[in-house]
Nanobody
């Protein structure tokens, strides 16, 4: 099991940027797909982005605005978010994929989760 700790959230104005970080402790970090999900009030958990060791994948809301990256030497995955909108307001959660039976876009594929970092986009 790996413990995941997110940071970097906060309050930002529409059109602004934030960069989230997620550090993994425990299991060897490299070799596992990592993902970012988000959950707004009263909403289901939504796929934002994922990264394996060479490819990146994005949900529709993130395409063209967000960039996921990783630094295995630091056991860290990042989510750079640009052109933020009020509808991006949510708790952003980092996750480690532990099942490779289904779709990487599904929360059920990820067995390890952080506590999340809140992102609020408001003027």
């Amino acid at each position: 099991q790996v413990r995941l700790v997110e940071s970097g959230g906060g309050l930002v104005q529409p059109g602004g940027s934030l960069k989230l970080s997620c550090v993994g402790y425990g299991r060897i970090f490299s070799g596992y797909d990592m993902g970012w999900f988000r959950q707004g009030p009263g909403k289901e958990r939504e796929f934002v982005a994922a990264i394996d060791n060479s490819r990146t994948f994005y949900g529709d809301a993130a395409k063209g605005r967000f960039i996921i990256s990783r630094d295995n030497s630091k056991s860290t995955v990042y989510l750079e978010m640009n052109l933020l909108k009020p509808e991006d307001t949510a708790l952003y959660l980092c996750a480690c994929r532990t099942s490779y039976q289904g779709s990487r876009y599904s929360p059920g594929e990820y067995g390890d989760w952080g506590q999340g970092t809140q992102v609020t986009v408001s003027s």
